[in-house]
């Protein structure tokens, strides 16, 4: 199942999207907070979403070493012209070759204007950590009712 926090930047900082972060332990999970909690609003959650310092960062999660021994986590990192794009990732799938990721980007007819960073995360079991990973992008366009 996959997860989606908005986390957008705190501050600019160019880069290209999408961004694929693979998270093996607790260190490494706590090592990826501690080297961009200050790039990405990781504390913020937007309309009633939860925020991931919450969610996915604090001791009260279950990302702890129990989870770790058989899964990791995939995070895809995406960046949206407007914070109206929502998204849905297919059903993974290591078929003849890499893990694809696919990712349908749902557009609305008419969006808001505020750029958007977000993670979306993976819980991938372990038999997959090795592959490489190919994240594929597609668009639905919603029109408005």
Known sequence: MAMFYRTDLSSYAEASYPKIVTVRSPDELNEYYEN?????????GFGGDTD???DVFSNKTRYGAEFFGNNF?????LEEGSGSVRHRVEPVSP???????RITRI?????TS???Q????LALDRSFL???VAVIIDDEYLADQ
């Open 130 to 132: 090795d592959m490489d």
């Open 36 to 44: 961009n909690k200050d790039v990405y609003q990781f504390h913020h």
């Open 95 to 101: 078929e003849n070759g890499p893990l694809s990721v």
């Open 52 to 54: 991931m310092a919450d």
């Open 73 to 77: 986590l995939l995070f895809v990192i």
């Open 114 to 116: 505020d750029m958007a």
């Open 107 to 111: 557009v609305p007819e008419i969006g």
């Open 118 to 121: 977000w993670h979306v995360m």
